[in-house]
Protein backbone atom coordinates (compact mmCIF):
# COMPACT_ATOMS: atom_id res chain seq x y z
CA UNK A 1 0.00 0.00 0.00
CA UNK A 2 2.86 1.86 0.23
CA UNK A 3 3.52 2.58 -3.56
CA UNK A 4 0.59 4.05 -6.20
CA UNK A 5 1.65 2.54 -9.77
CA UNK A 6 5.28 3.26 -9.27
CA UNK A 7 4.80 6.10 -7.21
CA UNK A 8 5.69 6.22 -3.59
CA UNK A 9 2.71 7.29 -1.20
CA UNK A 10 4.34 9.23 1.16
CA UNK A 11 6.05 11.43 -1.88
CA UNK A 12 3.20 11.68 -3.17
CA UNK A 13 1.13 12.98 0.16
CA UNK A 14 4.42 15.77 1.28
CA UNK A 15 4.32 16.48 -2.39
CA UNK A 16 0.69 18.05 -2.13
CA UNK A 17 1.30 19.62 0.54
CA UNK A 18 4.36 21.34 -0.70
CA UNK A 19 2.57 22.19 -3.92
CA UNK A 20 -0.25 23.74 -1.34
CA UNK A 21 2.28 25.60 0.66
CA UNK A 22 4.12 26.57 -2.59
CA UNK A 23 0.94 28.93 -3.06
CA UNK A 24 1.18 30.99 -0.29
CA UNK A 25 3.02 34.65 -1.00
CA UNK A 26 6.46 35.64 -1.41
CA UNK A 27 8.07 39.19 -1.21
CA UNK A 28 7.07 39.73 -5.28
CA UNK A 29 3.93 39.40 -7.45
CA UNK A 30 4.08 35.93 -9.88
CA UNK A 31 2.90 35.18 -12.82
CA UNK A 32 0.80 32.10 -13.60
CA UNK A 33 3.94 30.43 -15.62
CA UNK A 34 6.46 31.22 -12.62
CA UNK A 35 3.98 30.18 -10.02
CA UNK A 36 3.48 26.83 -12.28
CA UNK A 37 7.58 26.21 -12.12
CA UNK A 38 7.80 27.36 -7.89
CA UNK A 39 4.74 24.76 -7.55
CA UNK A 40 6.52 21.73 -9.58
CA UNK A 41 9.63 22.34 -7.81
CA UNK A 42 8.01 22.49 -4.70
CA UNK A 43 6.05 18.97 -5.24
CA UNK A 44 9.12 17.60 -6.30
CA UNK A 45 11.03 18.54 -3.26
CA UNK A 46 8.05 17.30 -1.22
CA UNK A 47 8.37 13.96 -3.01
CA UNK A 48 11.71 13.40 -2.81
CA UNK A 49 11.77 14.02 0.93
CA UNK A 50 8.38 11.81 1.37
CA UNK A 51 10.65 9.14 -0.52
CA UNK A 52 13.33 9.40 1.48
CA UNK A 53 11.55 9.01 4.69
CA UNK A 54 9.76 6.50 3.67
CA UNK A 55 12.79 4.82 3.20
CA UNK A 56 14.73 5.01 6.17
CA UNK A 57 12.17 3.71 7.78
CA UNK A 58 11.91 1.04 6.00
CA UNK A 59 15.92 0.55 6.23
CA UNK A 60 15.98 1.40 10.07
CA UNK A 61 13.45 -1.62 10.03
CA UNK A 62 10.73 0.37 12.42
CA UNK A 63 7.45 -1.23 12.95
CA UNK A 64 5.23 -1.10 9.99
CA UNK A 65 1.01 -0.61 10.65
CA UNK A 66 -0.82 -3.48 10.15
CA UNK A 67 -2.76 -3.73 6.34
CA UNK A 68 -6.05 -2.34 7.77
CA UNK A 69 -4.69 0.81 9.76
CA UNK A 70 -2.01 1.28 6.82
CA UNK A 71 -5.16 1.87 4.54
CA UNK A 72 -7.56 3.94 7.42
CA UNK A 73 -3.85 5.85 7.32
CA UNK A 74 -3.25 6.48 3.81
CA UNK A 75 -7.24 7.39 3.25
CA UNK A 76 -6.83 10.31 6.03
CA UNK A 77 -3.67 11.53 4.95
CA UNK A 78 -5.26 11.92 1.06
CA UNK A 79 -8.45 13.70 2.39
CA UNK A 80 -6.43 16.14 4.49
CA UNK A 81 -3.75 16.39 1.75
CA UNK A 82 -6.66 17.44 -0.85
CA UNK A 83 -8.30 19.55 1.38
CA UNK A 84 -5.34 21.70 2.41
CA UNK A 85 -4.61 21.89 -1.66
CA UNK A 86 -7.88 22.92 -2.59
CA UNK A 87 -7.85 25.84 0.27
CA UNK A 88 -4.56 27.06 -0.86
CA UNK A 89 -5.63 27.25 -4.40
CA UNK A 90 -9.17 28.78 -3.34
CA UNK A 91 -6.55 31.33 -1.48
CA UNK A 92 -3.99 31.97 -3.74
CA UNK A 93 -5.43 34.79 -5.73
CA UNK A 94 -5.83 36.70 -2.90
CA UNK A 95 -2.74 36.32 -1.37
CA UNK A 96 -0.99 37.25 -4.68
CA UNK A 97 -3.33 40.59 -4.89
CA UNK A 98 -2.25 41.21 -0.78
CA UNK A 99 1.72 41.62 -2.67
CA UNK A 100 -0.27 43.68 -5.38
CA UNK A 101 -1.84 46.32 -3.71
CA UNK A 102 0.84 46.35 -1.20
CA UNK A 103 2.57 47.67 -4.39
CA UNK A 104 -0.06 49.62 -5.68
CA UNK A 105 -0.84 47.05 -8.86
CA UNK A 106 -4.25 46.27 -10.30
CA UNK A 107 -5.36 43.35 -8.34
CA UNK A 108 -5.64 39.64 -10.51
CA UNK A 109 -9.17 38.03 -10.94
CA UNK A 110 -7.67 34.19 -10.82
CA UNK A 111 -4.40 32.16 -10.89
CA UNK A 112 -5.18 29.83 -13.73
CA UNK A 113 -5.06 26.65 -11.62
CA UNK A 114 -5.25 24.43 -14.90
CA UNK A 115 -2.02 26.38 -15.93
CA UNK A 116 -0.01 26.22 -12.63
CA UNK A 117 -1.00 22.47 -12.13
CA UNK A 118 0.51 21.71 -16.20
CA UNK A 119 3.25 23.28 -15.65
CA UNK A 120 4.23 22.40 -12.41
CA UNK A 121 3.50 18.34 -13.90
CA UNK A 122 6.08 19.11 -16.67
CA UNK A 123 8.73 20.21 -13.87
CA UNK A 124 8.44 17.35 -11.60
CA UNK A 125 8.37 14.74 -14.92
CA UNK A 126 11.59 16.44 -15.63
CA UNK A 127 12.89 15.93 -12.06
CA UNK A 128 11.67 12.50 -11.60
CA UNK A 129 13.00 11.17 -14.97
CA UNK A 130 16.27 12.96 -13.91
CA UNK A 131 16.00 11.09 -10.42
CA UNK A 132 15.48 7.43 -11.62
CA UNK A 133 18.42 7.89 -14.63
CA UNK A 134 20.42 8.79 -11.40
CA UNK A 135 19.62 5.87 -9.93
CA UNK A 136 20.16 3.82 -12.76
CA UNK A 137 23.44 5.38 -13.06
CA UNK A 138 23.98 4.64 -9.37
CA UNK A 139 23.24 1.26 -9.31
CA UNK A 140 25.28 0.42 -12.42
CA UNK A 141 28.30 1.65 -10.88
CA UNK A 142 27.44 0.16 -7.49
CA UNK A 143 27.48 -3.36 -9.15
CA UNK A 144 31.03 -2.84 -11.35
CA UNK A 145 32.42 -1.77 -8.06
CA UNK A 146 31.21 -5.30 -6.01
CA UNK A 147 33.85 -6.96 -8.20
CA UNK A 148 36.33 -5.68 -5.82
CA UNK A 149 34.38 -3.85 -2.71
CA UNK A 150 31.91 -5.01 0.01
CA UNK A 151 28.10 -4.27 -1.16
CA UNK A 152 27.40 -1.70 1.36
CA UNK A 153 31.10 0.11 0.40
CA UNK A 154 30.52 -0.09 -3.70
CA UNK A 155 26.84 1.46 -2.56
CA UNK A 156 28.17 4.37 -0.94
CA UNK A 157 31.01 4.78 -3.84
CA UNK A 158 28.08 4.35 -6.25
CA UNK A 159 26.30 6.93 -5.00
CA UNK A 160 29.69 9.06 -4.93
CA UNK A 161 30.55 8.57 -8.36
CA UNK A 162 26.82 9.12 -9.38
CA UNK A 163 26.95 12.30 -7.92
CA UNK A 164 30.27 13.58 -9.31
CA UNK A 165 29.11 12.34 -12.65
CA UNK A 166 26.21 13.82 -12.87
CA UNK A 167 27.65 17.63 -10.93
CA UNK A 168 30.35 17.43 -13.24
CA UNK A 169 27.62 17.25 -16.46
CA UNK A 170 25.68 19.87 -15.52
CA UNK A 171 28.06 21.80 -13.64
CA UNK A 172 31.07 21.68 -15.96
CA UNK A 173 29.14 21.78 -19.51
CA UNK A 174 25.61 22.32 -19.32
CA UNK A 175 25.80 25.23 -17.14
CA UNK A 176 29.24 26.51 -18.48
CA UNK A 177 28.24 25.82 -21.81
CA UNK A 178 25.29 27.93 -21.38
CA UNK A 179 27.05 30.76 -19.42
CA UNK A 180 29.25 30.95 -22.24
CA UNK A 181 26.59 31.49 -24.77
CA UNK A 182 24.71 33.94 -22.12
CA UNK A 183 28.22 35.61 -21.95
CA UNK A 184 28.72 35.63 -25.82
CA UNK A 185 25.12 36.69 -26.45
CA UNK A 186 25.06 39.61 -24.92
CA UNK A 187 28.52 40.57 -25.93
CA UNK A 188 27.00 40.45 -29.27
CA UNK A 189 24.35 42.94 -28.13
CA UNK A 190 26.94 45.16 -26.19
CA UNK A 191 28.63 45.77 -29.55
CA UNK A 192 25.95 46.39 -31.85
CA UNK A 193 25.72 50.17 -32.89
CA UNK A 194 22.51 51.77 -31.56
CA UNK A 195 20.86 53.44 -34.63
CA UNK A 196 19.49 56.70 -32.14
CA UNK A 197 22.65 57.44 -30.77
CA UNK A 198 25.30 59.40 -32.40
CA UNK A 199 28.76 59.99 -31.20
CA UNK A 200 29.47 63.20 -29.32
CA UNK A 201 31.25 66.18 -30.64
CA UNK A 202 32.20 68.26 -27.70
CA UNK A 203 35.36 67.00 -27.86
CA UNK A 204 35.32 67.08 -23.61
CA UNK A 205 32.92 64.17 -23.91
CA UNK A 206 34.28 60.45 -24.06
CA UNK A 207 33.39 58.93 -27.01
CA UNK A 208 34.66 62.20 -28.83
CA UNK A 209 36.93 62.13 -31.42
CA UNK A 210 39.50 63.46 -29.38
CA UNK A 211 38.72 61.18 -26.35
CA UNK A 212 41.13 58.53 -25.34
CA UNK A 213 38.18 55.84 -24.74
CA UNK A 214 36.63 55.84 -28.67
CA UNK A 215 32.59 55.49 -29.28
CA UNK A 216 33.55 51.70 -30.45
CA UNK A 217 35.17 50.97 -27.05
CA UNK A 218 32.47 52.41 -25.08
CA UNK A 219 30.09 49.61 -25.82
CA UNK A 220 26.01 49.40 -26.10
CA UNK A 221 25.23 50.49 -22.32
CA UNK A 222 28.47 52.73 -21.85
CA UNK A 223 27.08 55.05 -25.32
CA UNK A 224 23.85 55.20 -23.81
CA UNK A 225 25.54 56.30 -20.51
CA UNK A 226 27.71 59.26 -22.05
CA UNK A 227 24.62 60.53 -24.63
CA UNK A 228 22.21 60.79 -22.06
CA UNK A 229 21.21 62.56 -18.61
CA UNK A 230 20.45 66.24 -18.45
CA UNK A 231 22.82 68.65 -20.34
CA UNK A 232 24.01 71.60 -18.40
CA UNK A 233 20.84 73.38 -20.24
CA UNK A 234 18.98 71.47 -19.06
CA UNK A 235 20.07 71.87 -15.66
CA UNK A 236 20.26 75.63 -15.92
CA UNK A 237 16.41 75.73 -17.54
CA UNK A 238 15.29 73.90 -14.72
CA UNK A 239 16.74 76.23 -11.77
CA UNK A 240 16.60 79.50 -13.72
CA UNK A 241 20.20 80.05 -13.55
CA UNK A 242 23.62 79.17 -15.13
CA UNK A 243 24.71 75.39 -14.75
CA UNK A 244 27.83 73.41 -15.53
CA UNK A 245 27.46 70.21 -17.66
CA UNK A 246 27.90 67.16 -15.99
CA UNK A 247 31.24 65.24 -16.79
CA UNK A 248 30.20 61.48 -17.38
CA UNK A 249 33.87 58.72 -17.89
CA UNK A 250 32.78 55.44 -19.33
CA UNK A 251 35.40 52.84 -20.08
CA UNK A 252 33.66 49.92 -21.99
CA UNK A 253 34.84 45.80 -21.63
CA UNK A 254 36.81 46.33 -24.93
CA UNK A 255 38.47 49.56 -24.09
CA UNK A 256 41.41 47.94 -23.02
CA UNK A 257 42.19 44.20 -21.91
CA UNK A 258 43.20 43.75 -18.45
CA UNK A 259 41.02 45.89 -15.66
CA UNK A 260 44.02 47.59 -14.43
CA UNK A 261 44.14 48.90 -18.17
CA UNK A 262 40.59 50.10 -18.08
CA UNK A 263 41.20 52.01 -14.96
CA UNK A 264 43.92 53.53 -15.89
CA UNK A 265 42.41 54.68 -19.06
CA UNK A 266 39.24 55.84 -17.62
CA UNK A 267 41.89 58.33 -14.97
CA UNK A 268 43.84 59.55 -17.66
CA UNK A 269 40.23 60.43 -19.35
CA UNK A 270 38.99 61.78 -16.08
CA UNK A 271 41.84 63.94 -16.03
CA UNK A 272 41.61 65.18 -19.49
CA UNK A 273 38.18 66.49 -19.40
CA UNK A 274 38.86 67.90 -16.03
CA UNK A 275 36.76 65.75 -13.70
CA UNK A 276 39.26 66.31 -10.45
CA UNK A 277 38.18 70.14 -11.08
CA UNK A 278 34.42 69.81 -10.20
CA UNK A 279 33.02 69.88 -6.56
CA UNK A 280 31.83 66.32 -6.19
CA UNK A 281 33.24 62.92 -7.75
CA UNK A 282 31.44 59.73 -8.37
CA UNK A 283 32.61 56.63 -8.52
CA UNK A 284 30.16 54.93 -9.78
CA UNK A 285 30.06 50.72 -9.74
CA UNK A 286 27.61 49.31 -12.54
CA UNK A 287 25.35 46.31 -12.54
CA UNK A 288 26.20 43.39 -14.54
CA UNK A 289 25.54 44.52 -18.30
CA UNK A 290 27.77 47.71 -16.95
CA UNK A 291 23.92 49.74 -16.69
CA UNK A 292 24.04 52.80 -14.15
CA UNK A 293 20.51 53.55 -12.75
CA UNK A 294 19.44 57.01 -14.72
CA UNK A 295 17.15 57.90 -11.39
CA UNK A 296 20.49 57.76 -9.17
CA UNK A 297 22.99 59.46 -11.82
CA UNK A 298 20.00 62.05 -13.11
CA UNK A 299 19.54 63.33 -9.65
CA UNK A 300 22.44 63.69 -8.36
CA UNK A 301 23.52 65.50 -11.18
CA UNK A 302 21.00 68.23 -10.99
CA UNK A 303 21.23 68.66 -6.94
CA UNK A 304 24.83 69.49 -7.46
CA UNK A 305 23.86 71.71 -10.50
CA UNK A 306 26.09 69.79 -12.67
CA UNK A 307 29.58 70.66 -11.00
CA UNK A 308 30.02 66.74 -10.98
CA UNK A 309 32.06 63.80 -13.09
CA UNK A 310 31.25 60.60 -12.97
CA UNK A 311 33.58 57.84 -13.74
CA UNK A 312 32.83 54.16 -13.91
CA UNK A 313 34.03 51.34 -16.01
CA UNK A 314 32.27 47.67 -16.83
CA UNK A 315 33.29 44.36 -16.15
CA UNK A 316 30.82 41.79 -17.12
CA UNK A 317 28.25 41.08 -20.14
CA UNK A 318 25.99 39.40 -17.84
CA UNK A 319 22.43 40.81 -15.86
CA UNK A 320 23.26 41.36 -12.46
CA UNK A 321 20.83 38.31 -10.73
CA UNK A 322 22.68 36.22 -13.06
CA UNK A 323 25.92 36.74 -12.47
CA UNK A 324 25.02 37.50 -8.54
CA UNK A 325 23.62 33.54 -8.31
CA UNK A 326 27.08 32.13 -10.55
CA UNK A 327 30.20 34.13 -9.86
CA UNK A 328 30.24 36.13 -6.74
CA UNK A 329 33.65 37.51 -7.73
CA UNK A 330 32.22 39.11 -10.98
CA UNK A 331 33.47 42.56 -11.48
CA UNK A 332 35.38 42.79 -7.87
CA UNK A 333 39.12 42.91 -9.53
CA UNK A 334 37.81 45.95 -12.42
CA UNK A 335 36.13 47.73 -9.53
CA UNK A 336 39.14 47.73 -7.23
CA UNK A 337 41.38 48.54 -9.97
CA UNK A 338 39.39 51.45 -11.04
CA UNK A 339 39.27 52.40 -7.21
CA UNK A 340 43.12 52.30 -6.44
CA UNK A 341 43.68 54.51 -9.63
CA UNK A 342 40.88 57.04 -8.93
CA UNK A 343 41.67 57.71 -5.35
CA UNK A 344 45.01 57.27 -5.52
CA UNK A 345 45.09 60.10 -8.10
CA UNK A 346 42.29 61.73 -5.69
CA UNK A 347 44.49 61.54 -2.66
CA UNK A 348 47.72 63.16 -4.17
CA UNK A 349 45.51 66.11 -4.52
CA UNK A 350 45.40 69.17 -2.29
CA UNK A 351 42.64 68.65 0.76
CA UNK A 352 41.60 71.99 0.11
CA UNK A 353 41.94 71.80 -3.96
CA UNK A 354 40.14 68.63 -4.64
CA UNK A 355 36.38 67.48 -4.83
CA UNK A 356 34.71 65.46 -2.69
CA UNK A 357 34.94 62.23 -3.62
CA UNK A 358 31.74 59.44 -3.22
CA UNK A 359 31.04 55.65 -4.22
CA UNK A 360 27.86 54.47 -5.61
CA UNK A 361 26.46 50.92 -6.45
CA UNK A 362 23.19 49.36 -7.58
CA UNK A 363 22.90 45.70 -6.72
CA UNK A 364 25.94 44.23 -7.60
CA UNK A 365 27.31 47.61 -8.17
CA UNK A 366 26.66 47.91 -4.75
CA UNK A 367 28.56 44.56 -3.86
CA UNK A 368 31.63 45.42 -5.88
CA UNK A 369 31.73 49.23 -5.01
CA UNK A 370 31.39 47.89 -1.16
CA UNK A 371 34.27 44.93 -2.27
CA UNK A 372 36.66 47.98 -3.87
CA UNK A 373 37.96 48.57 -1.21
CA UNK A 374 39.65 48.17 2.27
CA UNK A 375 38.77 50.42 5.44
CA UNK A 376 42.42 50.03 6.34
CA UNK A 377 43.72 51.33 3.32
CA UNK A 378 41.24 54.66 3.74
CA UNK A 379 41.24 55.23 7.31
CA UNK A 380 44.23 57.97 6.98
CA UNK A 381 42.47 59.99 4.12
CA UNK A 382 39.30 59.03 4.16
CA UNK A 383 36.45 58.98 0.93
CA UNK A 384 33.25 61.63 1.72
CA UNK A 385 31.27 58.34 1.87
CA UNK A 386 28.95 55.91 -0.27
CA UNK A 387 25.35 55.20 -1.61
CA UNK A 388 24.84 51.71 -1.92
CA UNK A 389 21.09 51.02 -3.21
CA UNK A 390 19.50 47.59 -3.63
CA UNK A 391 22.60 45.88 -1.69
CA UNK A 392 22.47 42.31 -2.34
CA UNK A 393 22.75 39.07 0.40
CA UNK A 394 26.44 39.01 -0.28
CA UNK A 395 27.60 42.53 0.79
CA UNK A 396 29.71 41.72 3.63
CA UNK A 397 29.43 45.10 4.96
CA UNK A 398 25.89 45.26 4.62
CA UNK A 399 24.96 41.85 6.26
CA UNK A 400 27.65 42.81 9.28
CA UNK A 401 25.95 45.61 10.20
CA UNK A 402 22.44 44.42 9.63
CA UNK A 403 23.60 41.66 11.95
CA UNK A 404 25.15 44.19 14.71
CA UNK A 405 22.03 45.98 14.33
CA UNK A 406 20.79 48.25 17.78
CA UNK A 407 18.21 46.33 19.76
CA UNK A 408 14.77 47.20 18.63
CA UNK A 409 15.51 47.94 15.39
CA UNK A 410 14.45 45.71 12.30
CA UNK A 411 16.53 43.48 9.73
CA UNK A 412 14.57 45.18 7.32
CA UNK A 413 15.74 48.68 8.40
CA UNK A 414 18.34 48.75 10.83
CA UNK A 415 19.40 51.03 13.17
CA UNK A 416 23.35 51.11 13.60
CA UNK A 417 25.30 52.87 16.46
CA UNK A 418 23.03 55.88 16.56
CA UNK A 419 23.67 56.47 12.56
CA UNK A 420 27.37 58.29 13.28
CA UNK A 421 28.73 56.25 9.94
CA UNK A 422 26.12 53.84 8.97
CA UNK A 423 22.69 54.37 8.14
CA UNK A 424 19.33 53.04 6.03
CA UNK A 425 16.50 54.13 4.60
CA UNK A 426 13.56 53.17 2.46
CA UNK A 427 10.57 54.26 0.86
CA UNK A 428 8.52 55.51 4.04
CA UNK A 429 12.01 56.51 6.00
CA UNK A 430 14.96 58.68 5.13
CA UNK A 431 18.07 58.91 6.72
CA UNK A 432 17.65 61.87 8.44
CA UNK A 433 15.79 60.03 11.67
CA UNK A 434 19.03 58.90 13.13
CA UNK A 435 19.57 59.93 16.94
CA UNK A 436 23.31 60.54 16.47
CA UNK A 437 25.21 63.38 14.04
CA UNK A 438 26.04 62.23 11.28
CA UNK A 439 30.12 62.13 10.95
CA UNK A 440 32.88 63.50 8.11
CA UNK A 441 32.60 59.50 6.34
CA UNK A 442 29.39 58.51 5.27
CA UNK A 443 27.84 55.05 4.15
CA UNK A 444 23.94 55.01 2.91
CA UNK A 445 21.99 51.94 2.32
CA UNK A 446 19.14 52.44 0.34
CA UNK A 447 16.61 49.29 0.15
CA UNK A 448 13.48 47.81 0.20
CA UNK A 449 12.05 45.47 2.71
CA UNK A 450 10.46 43.59 -0.25
CA UNK A 451 13.70 43.26 -2.44
CA UNK A 452 14.77 39.35 -2.62
CA UNK A 453 18.04 40.76 -4.11
CA UNK A 454 18.71 42.07 -0.33
CA UNK A 455 16.89 39.63 1.55
CA UNK A 456 17.51 36.81 -0.45
CA UNK A 457 19.83 33.82 1.76
CA UNK A 458 20.93 30.68 1.41
CA UNK A 459 20.10 29.76 5.12
CA UNK A 460 16.39 30.29 4.59
CA UNK A 461 16.58 26.58 3.11
CA UNK A 462 16.43 25.65 6.56
CA UNK A 463 15.91 28.79 8.88
CA UNK A 464 13.15 31.27 8.87
CA UNK A 465 15.16 34.81 8.50
CA UNK A 466 15.35 37.70 10.46
CA UNK A 467 13.14 39.98 8.77
CA UNK A 468 10.47 37.88 8.85
CA UNK A 469 10.28 37.68 12.56
CA UNK A 470 8.46 40.42 14.35
CA UNK A 471 7.49 43.48 12.84
CA UNK A 472 7.16 43.00 9.25
CA UNK A 473 8.28 45.86 6.75
CA UNK A 474 5.25 47.85 5.10
CA UNK A 475 6.25 46.68 1.58
CA UNK A 476 5.50 42.90 2.61
CA UNK A 477 2.38 41.01 3.05
CA UNK A 478 1.60 39.74 6.21
CA UNK A 479 0.34 36.69 4.50
CA UNK A 480 4.10 35.72 4.01
CA UNK A 481 4.46 32.67 6.19
CA UNK A 482 8.18 30.88 6.35
CA UNK A 483 8.43 26.96 5.49
CA UNK A 484 11.45 25.09 5.06
CA UNK A 485 12.85 25.06 0.88
CA UNK A 486 9.89 26.08 -0.29
CA UNK A 487 10.46 29.89 0.80
CA UNK A 488 13.95 29.40 -0.46
CA UNK A 489 12.28 28.82 -4.10
CA UNK A 490 9.89 31.52 -4.05
CA UNK A 491 12.79 33.94 -3.13
CA UNK A 492 14.96 32.27 -5.58
CA UNK A 493 12.31 32.94 -8.53
CA UNK A 494 11.79 36.44 -6.74
CA UNK A 495 15.20 36.93 -7.23
CA UNK A 496 15.78 35.66 -10.88
CA UNK A 497 12.53 36.59 -12.75
CA UNK A 498 10.43 39.04 -10.65
CA UNK A 499 9.60 42.22 -10.98
CA UNK A 500 7.94 45.48 -9.36
CA UNK A 501 6.76 49.08 -9.86
CA UNK A 502 9.64 52.00 -9.21
CA UNK A 503 9.55 52.13 -5.13
CA UNK A 504 9.29 48.20 -4.15
CA UNK A 505 11.21 45.25 -4.79
CA UNK A 506 14.67 45.78 -6.65
CA UNK A 507 13.75 49.10 -8.58
CA UNK A 508 14.55 52.01 -6.71
CA UNK A 509 12.45 55.34 -7.46
CA UNK A 510 14.47 58.27 -8.41
CA UNK A 511 12.24 60.12 -6.21
CA UNK A 512 14.05 57.88 -3.21
CA UNK A 513 17.40 58.83 -4.60
CA UNK A 514 16.97 62.63 -3.81
CA UNK A 515 16.30 62.08 -0.53
CA UNK A 516 19.61 59.82 -0.18
CA UNK A 517 21.56 61.95 -1.81
CA UNK A 518 20.32 65.14 -0.37
CA UNK A 519 21.30 64.02 2.97
CA UNK A 520 24.46 62.30 1.94
CA UNK A 521 26.36 64.85 0.01
CA UNK A 522 24.05 68.31 1.69
CA UNK A 523 24.22 70.05 -1.71
CA UNK A 524 23.28 73.51 -1.04
CA UNK A 525 20.64 75.91 -2.36
CA UNK A 526 17.84 73.70 -2.52
CA UNK A 527 15.03 74.83 -0.48
CA UNK A 528 11.53 72.73 0.00
CA UNK A 529 9.45 74.20 -2.20
CA UNK A 530 12.46 73.31 -5.32
CA UNK A 531 13.12 69.55 -3.77
CA UNK A 532 9.19 69.40 -4.47
CA UNK A 533 9.57 70.92 -8.09
CA UNK A 534 12.54 68.34 -8.76
CA UNK A 535 10.51 65.29 -7.27
CA UNK A 536 7.81 66.11 -9.83
CA UNK A 537 10.50 66.71 -12.54
CA UNK A 538 12.13 63.00 -12.08
CA UNK A 539 8.44 61.30 -11.44
CA UNK A 540 7.41 62.53 -15.16
CA UNK A 541 10.89 61.64 -16.58
CA UNK A 542 10.19 58.06 -14.39
Known sequence: ???????????LLLGTLFFAFSLTPSLLPRPFHIQGVISGLSFAAGYGLGAAARWLWTYLELPQPGRRLSQLI??????????????????????????????????????????????????????????????RTFLLLSRRMR?????????????????????????????????????????????????????????????????LIS??????????????????????????????????VYA????????????????????RVGGFERSVLLLATPTGRGWLDPGA????????????????????????????????????ETARALFQAVYGHWTELPEDDRPDLYLHGLSLGALNSDRAFDFYDIIDDPFQGA???????????????????DPGSPAWLPRFRDGTVVRFMNQYQGLDTAEGDWGDFRIAFLQYASDPVTFFEPQVLYQEPEWMQGERGPDVSPDL????????????????????????????AAEHYIDAWVSLTEPEGWPENDLNRLYEHVSRAD
Request: proline fraction near 5%; include cysteine; charged fraction near 20%.
Open 1 to 11: MHQVKGFCTAG
Open 74 to 135: LLAASVICALVAAAFLRQASEWQNSVRTLMNMDEVSGIRPFSIALIALLVFAVILLLSRLFH
Open 147 to 211: RFVPRRVSNVLGIFAAFVLFWSVIDGVIFKLALRAADNSYQQLDVLMQDDLEPPTDPMKTGSADS
Open 215 to 248: WEALGGRGRRFVTSGPSGEDIGAFLGEEALEPIR
Open 252 to 271: GLNAAETPEERADLALRELI
Open 297 to 332: QNTVEYLHRGDIATVTAQYSYLPSPLALLTEGDYGV
Open 387 to 405: LWSGPPFRSSTWRSVTRSR
Open 481 to 508: RWYPVITMLQLVADLATGSAPPGYGHEI
